[in-house]
């Protein structure tokens, strides 16, 4: 299919596919393409017969966040050009919002992060964080532009456990917050399976227990994040802009091995959020008997 440009905009050029739209950026004074690959559909784009019309909230297509496919090849990604390539995002992000491709404005940008330190701790490469550190030990706390994340938020976000502990070592601050008010807490108690890792799974869970045994490990990594966490002194009752706490959190997802951890660490299963919920209330509203138990217990 030939490539369409927008507005005959130079920097911007992109193609339709069937399950999804590619979108290409040419940064500014580079020769190179640099890729957004958008997987997601866009829910609905206006035209005289037939006006645009607001989806609800949970209907919205977030085109941008955790979709950005960049072509890592010189003078696109690195601490050099890098600021100039998300600015062309952000303006592909208008453009979008122009043809009314509906976007979550707060998740916007998700998985590319204008701190090289926080894209080196989300992508899960240690010698680089290593290297910028000693280059600079400001780096540490460092939050990044879009969504206000900290290196150790990026990596609690990922599950890195490798990468939180390197920096817990270094000090860093376990209770910044981001722009949605969470600390790496929050993060690490929301942490899921990847789709790769249900893949994994399934496959695998024939062979062996091989799959069950994926599991167990993986679950187990994301107990010994939390571990690291509260160990360092994150605040275990601090609460995000819609007032969950971490123990929200983990009865909203059913954390069976989470639940005791932050109890043991004294959170407080009283707090209630901007619905009006408990830890409790929660438990009780998806039937989790066996947390309802625990948390009854106490309280």
């Not at 990596?155 to 600390?183: E, M, P, Y």
Request: aromatic share 8%.
């Amino acid at each position: 299919m030939p490539v369409k440009s927008h507005s005959q905009d130079p920097l911007l050029q992109y193609k339709g596919k069937q399950r999804g739209t590619e979108w290409q950026i040419r940064p500014q004074n580079q020769g190179k393409w640099a890729r957004v690959a958008v997987s997601a559909k866009i829910h609905q784009r206006p035209s005289p017969q037939r006006p645009a019309k607001v989806p609800p909230q949970d209907h919205y297509t977030d085109l941008l966040s955790s979709k950005f496919a960049a072509v890592k090849s010189e003078g696109i990604i690195g601490a050099v050009h890098q600021r100039t390539f998300l600015e062309q995002a952000q303006y592909l992000q208008e453009i979008l919002l122009e043809w009314c491709a509906f976007l979550l404005p707060s998740t916007v940008g998700y998985g590319i992060k204008t701190q090289p330190i926080c894209q080196a701790a989300y992508d899960n490469d240690f010698n680089q964080i290593q290297l910028l550190l000693e280059e600079d030990s400001n780096y540490l706390n460092i939050q990044d532009s879009f969504g206000g994340d900290t290196p150790l938020i990026c990596a609690c976000r990922q599950g890195h456990n490798r990468i939180v502990s390197f920096l817990l070592k270094w000090n860093a601050d376990v209770n910044i917050r981001n722009k949605k008010d969470r600390t790496c807490l929050h993060y690490a108690v929301r942490k899921r399976f990847s789709f790769l890792d249900y893949l994994l799974i399934i496959i695998l869970m024939p062979v062996l227990l091989i799959g069950y045994l994926i599991m167990v490990s993986k679950t187990k990594q994301n107990e010994n994040l939390i571990k690291m966490l509260l160990q360092a002194g994150t605040d275990v009752n601090a609460t995000d802009y819609s007032g969950n706490t971490a123990l929200h959190y983990a009865c909203e997802m059913k954390n069976q091995s989470v639940v005791p951890l932050l109890l043991e660490a004294h959170a407080d299963t009283s707090i209630k959020n901007k619905n009006g919920e408990s830890p409790l209330d929660i438990a009780r509203r998806l039937k989790f008997t066996n947390i309802e138990c625990v948390l009854k217990k106490a309280s």
